[in-house]
């Protein structure tokens, strides 16, 4: 949060420095899991035209166009409520360039809007974005499955046929769409993919691979041991001993995981930080020395939305960033990715504990962390606690068409758009390592200034040969670091739109997906108000 922004919260809510009593911690609530194992077994099998494995913003606006469309849908979603993101904490929406956002994905905050009385709200509570895409999905009678994990897939010929849960659950489709985080459908239908990032030579890049760079990086001197200064006594947690590649070398690290919560000081809804259980001291060493050097921007990046709340992302060199923790995300299992999340749950809840009650923790900086707290309108089955993991980056696709920084740049341009990508350049710190002595961030990109750009039609579908009834709007066929300018939530609402839509014209002309003519496409994209090219 800027300082005036911090200011004119101080000053309206707590015009004195007063002491504040630690309150008693409270519970994150039980239900507060990415993976339950099924409880019973089921034997339906349901026959439906498309099938959309995976309920974030594009998967609920893909399975809505569809049904739009005529067709018979089922959307599957893991999750335990729709809208992956947007609907899970990320209400501080990235646009990039508000212009280039058209179709469903506009009128989805044209939706919000509404709700608050306003033309459009970008800044939305999850509550309203969860009713929001609620109110689509039921007026457009799409068939939502919750909590299915994806168990297996059956194949005729080089077309997906059925897939299953693990629940038991089997659909039957003509058309199939992958619309997770992770792309577990389109690996498990033998799509090639790609985890991490490729060094820079693979594409002519600059900005793929290791990156040694000064944002979010730590601007004071903090020592790495576990005793100060100490070599001796070891490297604290998630540090590595060096990093000794050059830069832009390719590795399979990926960028770190948060949580985004929704916060607010308002008393009647405020609720306090919890001690997780497990809370280990030594994660938070790190934020205590830095404090102590005299780091003052804690309290950066606590986005004001709707509501009188903020939502709260990572900002500086230690923050709700769990770096290094997510490295086997992308293709582990159901249950080591609950490790992994009940992990990422520990340490973020960990951080705001640590510095609201942590007596290592600046006697200023405790007070005003008492002020916040959780919500207690917002995620009421979880306690307040986002249920949505943040998974910036998993398995990517590699199509016959690869996104990469030359797109973005606009230095080359692609005759086939199904939609335009506009924000920056955007990776995350992917690693902690020891250099002269001190801790450094690695990893973190930002880089902006280009205007909007075509994403191929080509990198939403599997190359030819591969898989001919699949569609893939989330984990697009791009490079690491153009994947980071990619991951933004309406740009997925528009790939997950623009999916449908050639879905509907492979069923009607019995088509693969790559030889839907693009034409047509085009002419139906724009039709239903997408922005394809951008007019400089």
């Given at each position: 949060m800027n300082a005036l922004l911090l200011r004119s919260f101080s000053q309206r809510d707590s015009p004195m420095l007063v002491a504040v009593p630690p309150p008693p911690p409270p519970a994150l609530h039980h239900n507060l899991t990415y993976y339950v194992p099924p409880v019973q077994r089921s034997r339906e099998t349901i026959r439906a035209e498309v099938c959309v494995?995976?309920?974030?913003?594009?998967?609920?606006?893909?399975?809505?166009?569809?049904?739009?469309?005529?067709?018979?849908?089922?959307?599957?979603?893991?999750?335990?409520?729709?809208?992956?993101?947007?609907?899970?904490?990320?209400?501080?929406?990235d646009f990039g360039n508000k212009q280039a956002i058209g179709g469903m994905a506009r009128e989805f905050y044209r939706r919000c809007g509404a709700a608050y009385g306003v033309d459009e709200e970008w800044n939305f509570e999850p509550k309203v974005a969860r009713q929001v895409f609620r109110g689509m999905l039921l007026e457009a009678g799409v068939r939502v499955y919750?909590?299915?994990?994806?168990?297996?897939?059956?194949?005729?010929?080089?077309?997906?046929?059925?897939?299953r849960m693990e629940s038991g659950l089997r659909v039957d489709a003509d058309m199939f769409i992958d619309a997770t985080y992770e792309g577990d459908l389109m690996a498990r239908a033998g799509v090639r993919y790609t985890v991490g990032r490729?060094?820079?030579?693979?594409?002519?890049?600059?900005?793929?691979?290791?990156?040694?760079?000064?944002?979010?990086?730590?601007?004071?001197?903090?020592?790495?041991?576990?005793?100060?200064?100490?070599?001796?006594?070891?490297?604290?947690?998630?540090?590595?001993?060096?990093?000794?590649?050059?830069?832009?070398?390719?590795?399979?690290?990926?960028?770190?995981?948060?949580?985004?919560?929704?916060?607010?000081?308002?008393p009647d809804n405020r609720l306090?930080?919890?001690?997780?259980?497990?809370?280990?001291?030594?994660?938070?060493?790190?934020?205590?020395?830095?404090?102590?050097?005299?780091?003052?921007?804690?309290?950066?990046?606590?986005?004001?939305?709707?509501?009188?709340?903020?939502?709260?992302?990572?900002?500086?060199?230690?923050?709700?960033?769990?770096?290094?923790?997510?490295?086997?995300?992308?293709?582990?299992?159901?249950?080591?990715?609950e490790r992994i999340f009940q992990a990422h749950v520990r340490y973020v809840s960990g951080w705001f504990w640590f510095l609201a009650n942590d007596p290592s923790a600046p006697h200023s900086v405790r007070h005003e962390m008492r002020l916040w707290g959780l919500c207690r309108d917002e995620f009421e089955e979880t306690g307040g606690w986002p249920y949505q993991l943040y998974v910036r980056e998993a398995q990517r696709m590699v199509a016959d068409y690869v996104i990469t920084e030359h797109d973005c740049r606009n230095t080359r341009a692609v005759?086939?758009?199904?939609?335009?990508?506009?924000?920056?350049?955007?990776?995350?710190?992917?690693?902690?390592?020891?250099?002269?002595?001190?801790?450094?961030?690695?990893?973190?990109?930002?880089v902006a200034g280009f205007p909007p750009y075509p994403i191929s039609y080509r990198s939403i579908v599997p190359r030819r040969g591969e898989c001919e009834n699949l569609l893939v709007p989330v984990c697009v066929s791009a490079s690491h670091i153009a994947y980071g300018s990619l991951r933004m939530e309406p740009v997925f609402m528009v790939l997950g739109q623009s999916a449908a839509i050639a879905a509907d014209l492979a069923l009607t002309g019995g088509n693969r997906v790559q030889?839907?003519?693009?034409?047509?496409?085009?002419?139906?994209?724009?039709?239903?108000?997408?922005?394809?090219?951008?007019e400089r």
């Open positions: 494995y995976g309920g974030t913003a594009a998967g609920v606006i893909a399975a809505v166009q569809a049904a739009r469309l005529g067709r018979t849908v089922v959307l599957l979603d893991p999750a335990p409520v729709v809208g992956g993101m947007t609907t899970g904490g990320l209400s501080w929406t919750g909590r299915q994990f994806l168990k297996s897939v059956r194949r005729k010929a080089k077309r997906l046929a059925q897939i490729e060094s820079n030579r693979k594409y002519g890049e600059t900005l793929n691979g290791v990156q040694y760079r000064e944002l979010h990086q730590f601007e004071l001197p903090v020592s790495p041991y576990v005793i100060d200064g100490d070599p001796g006594s070891g490297l604290l947690p998630g540090i590595e001993a060096a990093a000794q590649e050059a830069a832009g070398t390719g590795d399979r690290r990926i960028q770190a995981y948060n949580f985004r919560l929704i916060l607010t000081r308002d306090p930080f919890p001690k997780p259980e497990g809370y280990d001291p030594r994660e938070y060493v790190l934020t205590a020395r830095y404090l102590a050097a005299g780091w003052k921007d804690v309290f950066g990046k606590f986005d004001p939305i709707r509501g009188g709340k903020v939502d709260k992302n990572n900002a500086g060199a230690t923050s709700t960033d769990y770096i290094g923790a997510n490295y086997a995300w992308p293709t582990a299992s159901y249950i080591e990715r005759p086939d758009s199904v939609g335009l990508g506009s924000y920056g350049m955007d990776s995350h710190n992917c690693r902690r390592y020891v250099r002269d002595g001190l801790v450094r961030n690695e990893g973190d990109v930002q030889d839907v003519p693009y034409e047509t496409l085009r002419s139906r994209l724009e039709e239903a108000g997408q922005r394809l090219f951008w």
